[in-house]
């Protein structure tokens, strides 16, 4: 046994770690998973699954590990399999992740843009694909993750995190891609990835029509539409290993959209519960 004051600064040091919420979030999912089967494809019932926990992957550009991969695969259509790769995120109390969007109506939509891989006839394909998703959430191109006590951005930002999230995707595809491809196989189920970033932090989405910015200053006014929300798509262009392609660069910024699904900690049943209908469009 140890004394209370070697305790409680262990306690202190596992606590700033992450680790003990990434096992929250685990055993959350977990419960899910057995209480509530997801669907995806064509509305035929998906048992999810854990495929794996601390995963490490690894790519041309770096390494890291993952904290939870969670599957789904159809007993009655194992053509399409489904990946939720699971990134936590903790932060102090005070934090909130805060999302602005341009517009007064709030984004709701179903779209996402996945990866998703899948064998050809010559060749094994990659690539981030406009799917539409259940349940449907807010979206925002915009984040900060900031302290609403004193209003100072707190460590890594949105970016950074969503990055290097989607960069652990496509390095779990291809590994998954040659482990899973026996000598001679003719066939190999298609996979769709959905990175899921999962926070104990509060999500609010704002919207603001840029008609209303402040000139002189170019500042929000007092009045922007506001809204504290359990889920979100953090939707915007992202350059990862995996090429875009296009005639023009409009194109070519919409072949490099990626989605990120955020959600609140407290609400992760919420998502998992409903996920339902991943199709590709």
């Not at 026996?182 to 609010?204: D, I, K, M, Q, S």
Request: charged share 20%; proline share 6%.
């Amino acid at each position: 046994m140890t004394d209370d004051d070697t305790a409680a600064k262990i306690q202190s040091i596992l606590n700033a770690t992450g680790f003990p919420f990434q096992l929250y979030v685990q055993l959350q999912a977990g419960q899910q998973i057995l209480r509530e089967p997801g669907t995806i494809a064509t509305g035929r019932h998906y048992e999810l699954h854990l495929v794996a926990s601390e995963y490490g992957w690894r790519d041309s550009e770096g390494s890291g590990f993952i904290d939870t991969v969670l599957g789904a695969t159809g007993e009655h259509d194992p053509h399409t399999q489904l990946r939720v790769v699971v990134e936590t995120k903790r932060y102090s109390e005070d934090v909130s992740w805060i999302f602005l969007a341009s517009g007064s109506e709030v984004p709701i939509t179903g779209a996402a843009s996945l990866l998703r891989a899948w064998r050809g006839t010559s060749a094994n394909y990659l690539q981030w694909m406009p799917h539409t998703l259940a349940p449907k959430s807010p979206s925002a191109p915009f984040c900060v993750v900031s302290d609403l006590e004193t209003g100072k951005r707190h460590g890594e930002q949105p970016e950074s995190l969503a990055g290097q999230l989607l960069q652990a995707c496509e390095a779990i595809a291809r590994q998954e891609d040659i482990a899973g491809r026996p000598v001679g196989a003719e066939y190999r189920p298609e996979r769709v990835y959905l990175p899921l970033l999962v926070t104990n932090c509060r999500l609010f989405s704002a919207r603001c029509d840029p008609t209303w910015v402040v000139p002189a200053s170019g500042v929000l006014p007092s009045r922007f539409e506001l809204d504290e929300v359990p889920l979100i798509r953090f939707q915007k262009s992202f350059a990862t290993s995996v090429p875009a392609f296009g005639a023009d660069l409009t194109q070519l910024a919409k072949g490099l959209e990626r989605t990120v699904i955020v959600v609140s900690a407290r609400y992760l049943s919420d998502f998992l519960v409903p996920l339902a209908d991943v199709r590709a469009l």
